[in-house]
């Protein structure tokens, strides 16, 4: 039959359908809304700080789907279900504050999950991604290894999540200085190190799982990536891509296409989800997002840097060159914005500090440059692969030398970074009153705008020739090298390259 008149992703889904047909999976239609109840009594299941809303005709306050899984599951009634969809969900992603709408085609299994129900989902995965297009990346990670990790950790809750962050963002950084910080055992410190840095095919990483191991659930899920990776045959091992450990309890898997900076396919078993919503089975599922596809950046061959402008950028741009990897242009005074060196096989383009990290989590740079101030205050899905150990100041709270807290009312915040200041106030549950400014921030309290400002300081000048100290030291701060996560795995020898070779150079000074 002519199908020419569909779209790529009308054409993928038609395909991925009959795919799944083909395993005996059936179409599960559901309705379009679902009572915003639903949501509320299970909030950390919900992707997303908000949930859209209407009231229907009959004044029920109704929600505009943000999952499909949890409606499937709360509709289970027993038995084995291998059920199809293809919806759209409605999540407040991005920073504007705007609903998107996500179109998913998704399978879920829900049962007896035994290791063949596994494979069979897990192989789906893989055809699902080969039908997406022709280079595609399979990563698999273990919710039960992190969790059992978790239980050998002798720390506070709040110190896990911050281990499992550092993860996450394979920033080995990080992982050192809380395990220091927490005064973690060695093999403790060093199983978190290892799910750091592990990545690639069974057969590499096991070894150091393995010894990674510290009780028999670490040891039992090892395992059992070990006989999945076995039994589908081409997958990476990669930790970072565990995440949400409320909903997840056992193996899970991203897909990558090469050319998208974000995952086309996510999934894992959730055995947790299914619990929390009151039944009892086993669950395994995963969504391709079709609208991600067919938006995949162009590829270039070389490694595409994104340089900070300013001093930062041209003392990273020295390390570079002095690596092997520089561009003689770019000393030149043009209005070039692009710079390749196709021998080194790099390119190098200057922008705004603060959009640094954003080129990178998009794809658009490989690798980038950016504050750990600016890392912090956007969190961007990067991974940070080196701390330059240069850039070096502090986040402070800064008030006029007599500021005492008022607890009566709450703290104006003056500052250019608004989610620090707020993570730092709840933690201490205080309550703050940001005030979100762009520049020039020690001002807001000589004039009476904040009481307070958290903001960087470098020398303390500023602060000092304003009549103002710092109260409290928020974080340090450095520069940092950071990769985009599908460049990494794409890329991961040209990546890893770079890295070494700018550590070298930090080491020689
Ligand atoms: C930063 C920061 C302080 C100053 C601190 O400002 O916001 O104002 O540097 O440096 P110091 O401790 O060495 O005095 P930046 O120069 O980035 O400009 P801005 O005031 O426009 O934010």
Known sequence: MEMGFLSGAERISLALRSLYASFGYEKYKMSRFEPYDFYAENRSFVAGDNILTFTDTNGRLMAMKPDVTMSIVKNYRGGEVRAVYNESVYRDEGDLGEFREITQIGIERIGTIDSVAEAEVLRLAKLSLAELGEEYILDIGSASLVLGLMEATDAPESAKSALLR?????NAGLCDTLCDRYSLSGDTASAWKTLCEVYGSARDVFPALKKAALNDKMASAVDELKAISENIGDVNVDFSIVTDLRYYNGVVFKGYLRGSHAPVLSGGRYDNLVRSLGKSAGAIGFAVYLDSIGAENAQSGVVRIALPKGRLGEKVYDIFEKSGFGCPEMREKSRKLIFENESGGVSFFWAKPSDVPIYVERGAADI???????????????????????????????????????????????????????RYYTDRSREIDIIHLTGSIELAPIVGLSDVIVDIVETGSTLRENGLRPFETITD????????????????SAVLKLKKAVEAALSEG
């Open 166 to 170: 550092a993860v996450n963002g394979k």
């Open 368 to 422: 980038g440059v950016a504050g750990s101030d600016i890392l912090e205050e956007y969190r961007p899905d990067v991974y940070e692969l080196l701390d330059l150990g240069f850039g070096r100041c502090r986040m402070c709270v800064a008030a006029p030398d007599a500021f005492e807290d008022d607890t009566s009312r709450p703290l104006r915040v003056a500052t250019k970074f608004p989610n620090i200041a707020r």
């Open 477 to 492: 701060i450095s520069a940092r090298l950071i990769t985009n996560r599908a460049s990494y795995k794409f890329r991961t």
